[in-house]
């Protein structure tokens, strides 16, 4: 959507609810202080000059989320978060990221109890939505360690820093001094499968549809708090959550049939005709996670304070199959095939103390925080087909890891100038923080060449990192702020910040913001604000290498290596220093209120980026590794990609939110309805440093598939309606989820370049509770009842019938959800 129909539906928007008398929007966040966004104290969701959604614990719980996932639950419930459930992508299936308005995942940050979240240490090099980016692993923070989560819409460099600039998302921790509850919870997956079946190779003879119950999901969840004395409390808590496999993979129909024994002939291949041989969906996990949070009041009016989380996954996922009689193939050890098994190892783990009072005037808080995680990836049921029947069949493939160390020193205080204004609220700090990247490498047979030659090198579903690819880097950042909010007069609230960081590898950065809010009357206000933001590169962008397996050309399977981006080899390819994104954010907007029952907000916004940073598209072609190997001495490389600072693009949008809260037949009625509207469109993309084509390669530094992932892989709209009803006893909730389109766009070569636009699709949530009496409540709900599906993918994409669904669509290719929950409080 274009500036020009983006800002004239916000001002129909405004005037349609003005007209209305009592417009729009409300629930009790609306009147909840929020401490997102800026320093100053009082804010709430409407009286803050940029939009800021809050969402509840219990909001949360009441979800639907799938797998009671916490990236899942967002999706649900805010209309500005998208969450993809990838498939067959290696560690992306196992650590899955969110956008905010429809930007890359790590152009979000992430803040727990307002301190910087660690991101992960693994890049999505094989997912679609969010493409090489190191996201927060957002499903490594249980939902029961939460108490409120607040979810800032514009961008925020100015105050904290490197990331912000979609947005922010600040998860406030469970914090109630006394009390505790236990929840028990069963779900899975129940749903009619239809796919095509096929009477001979790539001849489609008609459907198949079969009843599936998988997923099953058993979530268990405790948490508690003990008192410090009479000074000061610890909550803390567990959860455990076990997730098993699903599977979405359609009839075998040929389309990756290699035969060197022709068809008709006996061909071992043939025999897998109609047989299930792919495994698109879900992977099997298990998640352990610990949390904690407390505080400890001193003498003199200081407190002291303290919160951990720490997250455990172990989860398989699911490879391509490799046929009988492909070269990928060791007969003697796979006679019918395989399908290797991706396994991963996740570990999160962080720590934040610190201490905050009064001193001097001066309010203060002083941190300290530590995060890491680490990813130890491998493979299962998989072989090096050039050692033959001396090959291992499970590898380790790599390990990740990246720390994170955080210091800050946060002051305020409230200046009274008598310029004949308000006083003016006054904040200003420091930030020194520490970042550190490092890999290891994979068993040697992972990757290296076995004795027998003209058959693929490294474990399938791999290869393995090789010590020369392996990584150890790290960097300090230095940053500072400062900014101030006032009151100009009885309406006129405005807010000024900015912010200098210094990052050791590759320079400075300067952020500044202007917000302000003007109360039109009592109930109607016009909010809006103009900032810059910025991302610096992460360091596994710039010191990741790997090898991946992906569709090339033909749409066959192909090992593509991402080089370092200091790599000679990169360099001869066009590879140059990365540099940080740098964007400009606008947004404005209009809140209004009518009595104790209706608010309604609408927000209008554009952000645009500079020098995105993004994967290459795939460099191939002929000559490219006669190339490497001439010029270089490194063999058997057939594709390669890097980062590169290729693009400038521009997101335009809005957002609007509006509820309705009324008493109903001796409860609570809240009706919510939520839109959001992101569109993304290319400004400039960068000329190819180097005349690839004079190489002798093919591929362009930013090509369709990237352009497919930035643009319209995600929908560019979200509608939700909820109705929540309460009663002493009874509750009941409903929710609709209207999702917009989505496109898919593949490179496979020589021009061969499929397409598909998937339609709008709707999800039906639905839940039942019954409190049966202060401390007992069970729940019925479902997710998806409608059991719908994305549209089909067409003859050139879904690959001979295996993959009939795509995962881009949000509606996912799980189909209906249903879960049974039971909570105990005391």
């Not at 990236?71 to 990838?86: D, E, M």
């Amino acid at each position: 959507m274009k500036a020009g129909r983006s800002y004239s539906l916000l001002l129909g928007g405004a005037l349609a609810a003005l007209s209305m008398g009592a417009p729009a929007f409300a629930q009790d966040a609306e009147d909840e202080i929020v401490v997102t966004g800026a320093r100053a104290p009082g804010r709430t969701v409407l009286t803050s000059p940029v939009p800021i959604d809050v969402v509840s614990s219990e909001a949360l719980a009441r979800s639907g989320a799938t797998g009671g996932e916490l990236g899942a639950a967002l999706q649900s419930i805010s209309p500005s978060v998208n969450f993809q459930r990838q498939s067959n992508s290696g560690p992306a299936d196992m650590v899955r990221s969110a956008q905010l308005r429809g930007l890359s995942p790590d152009q979000a940050l992430v803040l727990i109890n307002g301190r910087r979240r660690h991101t992960t240490s693994v890049v999505n090099l094989e997912s679609k939505v969010g493409r090489g980016t190191t996201p927060v692993d957002l499903n490594s923070i249980p939902l029961n360690a939460i108490s409120r989560i607040e979810i800032l819409r514009d961008g925020a460099g100015a105050q904290y820093g490197s990331d912000a600039i979609s947005g922010v998302i600040n998860i406030i921790l469970d914090d109630a001094p006394t009390g505790g509850e236990f929840s028990l919870s069963y779900g899975a997956h129940v749903t009619d499968f239809t796919f095509p079946v096929f009477s001979a190779p790539f001849t489609e003879s008609g459907e198949r549809t079969e009843r599936i119950t998988d997923g099953d999901t058993i979530i268990a969840a405790a948490e508690g708090a003990f008192a410090l004395g009479q000074s000061g409390f610890v909550r803390f808590g567990a959860e455990y959550r076990d997730r098993q496999e699903t599977n979405r993979g359609g009839a075998e129909g040929g389309a990756f049939f290699i035969f060197p024994t022709p068809l008709g002939d006996g061909s071992a291949n043939e025999a897998l005709l109609n047989q299930r041989l792919y495994r698109p969906g879900d992977p099997q996990s298990t998640d352990l996670s610990l949390w904690a949070n407390g505080e400890y009041r001193l003498g003199g009016g200081g407190e002291l304070y303290a919160f951990t989380l720490y997250s455990q996954r172990d989860a398989s996922g699911a490879a391509f199959f490799r046929y009988p009689d492909d070269t990928r193939n060791v007969v003697s050890i796979y006679p019918n095939g395989y399908r290797p098994n991706t396994i991963g190892d996740n570990s999160d783990t962080s720590f934040t103390g610190g201490m905050r009072g009064e001193a001097g005037g001066w309010g203060y808080d002083l941190s300290a925080s530590y995060g890491a995680n680490s990813f130890d990836f491998g493979v299962e049921n998989s072989l090096n087909a050039s050692f033959g029947a001396a090959s291992q069949t499970s590898f380790h493939l790599a390990g990740f890891e990246y720390e994170q160390v955080t210091l800050n020193a946060d002051f305020t205080r409230q200046l009274d100038w008598s310029l004949g204004v308000a006083p003016v609220d006054f904040a200003w700090g420091l930030e020194v923080r520490n970042e550190a990247f490092k890999t290891s490498p994979g068993d040697p047979q992972s990757y290296q060449q076995g004795p027998i030659p003209d058959v693929p090198v490294g474990a399938q579903a791999g290869p393995g990192l090789a010590p020369a690819d392996t990584a150890d880097a790290d960097r300090d950042v230095y940053g500072a702020y400062a900014e101030a909010s006032v009151n100009l007069t009885d309406r006129l609230l405005v807010d000024v910040g900015a912010r200098f960081e210094d990052y050791a590898d590759f320079g400075e950065a300067i952020s500044g913001k202007v917000a302000g809010r003007y109360e039109l009357t009592d109930d109607l206000a016009l909010r809006g604000s103009i900032s810059n933001s910025f991302r610096a590169p992460s360091l596994s962008q710039i010191d990741f290498a790997f090898s991946t397996t992906q569709f090339g050309a033909g749409g066959a399977l192909q090992t593509v290596r991402t080089l370092r981006n200091s790599s000679p080899i990169a360099r001869a390819l066009g590879a140059q220093d990365l540099k940080e994104e740098t964007s400009t954010n606008y947004t404005l907007g209009f809140t209004a209120r009518g009595g104790d029952h209706f608010t309604f907000s609408i927000d209008a916004f554009r952000i645009d980026i500079a020098d995105r940073i993004t994967l290459s598209e795939r460099i191939e072609g002929g000559d490219l590794e006669t190339f490497i190997f001439d010029n270089f001495g490194v063999a058997n490389v057939a594709a390669v990609n890097f980062f590169t600072n290729a693009l400038d693009t521009s997101t335009e949008g809005f957002d609007v939110v509006a509820t309705y809260r009324v008493d109903v037949m001796g409860g609570d009625l809240a009706l919510t309805a939520a839109y959001n509207s992101s569109d993304t469109s290319i400004e400039s993309v960068r000329p190819d440093p180097v005349d690839l084509a004079s190489l002798g390669v093919t591929g362009t530094l930013f090509g369709i598939e990237e352009r497919n992932t930035l643009v319209d892989a995600a929908p560019g709209e979200k509608l939700t309606f909820t109705a929540d009803w309460r009663g002493d006893h009874l509750s009941l909730l409903g929710r609709v989820i209207r999702y917009g389109e989505t496109r898919r766009v593949f490179n496979f070569g020589g021009g061969f370049e499929p397409e598909q636009t998937y339609g709008a699709e709707t999800q039906l949530d639905l839940e039942a509770g019954y409190r049966v009496n202060d401390r007992v409540e069970f729940s019925l709900g479902g997710a998806n009842i409608l059991d719908n599906y994305p549209d089909r993918s067409n003859d050139d994409i879904f690959t001979g019938g295996v993959f009939p669904y795509d995962v881009i669509s949000p509606i996912g290719m799980n189909g209906a959800y249903y879960y049974a929950r039971m909570n105990y409080s005391f």
